[in-house]
């Protein structure tokens, strides 16, 4: 593991692979391994039927703070989230260079 491995905040988000919703973060820890044994600890106390709805969890790398409110933290993810995409969009060429209307919900003319 790298330094960085060590230090590094991660988030623990969870979300349903059927129908593409997050839950949101459920804990942010501090390591990569200790997020990684809070995540299979998680797996394994998972009832089958919320997995079986679709239900998982994955971790990311996160500025945020460790032990910081999980409702807070989504938040705040979300709202980075809706930046960077809103960034893309505007950075992205399509059809010839035209930049994306961040308004509509299809890259492709006349759909929506």
């Known amino acids: 593991m790298t330094r960085d491995d060590l230090n590094s905040s991660y988030a623990i988000i969870r979300h349903n692979v059927r129908t593409y919703v997050s839950a949101g973060v459920v804990e942010i820890i501090s390591g990569k391994r200790k997020a ?64 994306l209307d961040p308004r509509t919900t299809s890259a492709f003319p006349g759909r929506s």
């Open 36 to 99: 990684e044994l809070a995540l299979e600890k998680l797996e394994s106390c998972q009832d089958s039927a919320d997995r079986h709805e679709g239900w998982r969890y994955f971790i990311e790398r996160t500025a945020l703070e460790p032990g910081m409110d999980p409702a807070e933290a989504t938040r705040f993810r979300q709202t980075d989230l809706e930046a960077r995409e809103s960034k893309a969009l505007q950075d992205s060429p399509n059809d010839g260079g035209a930049k």
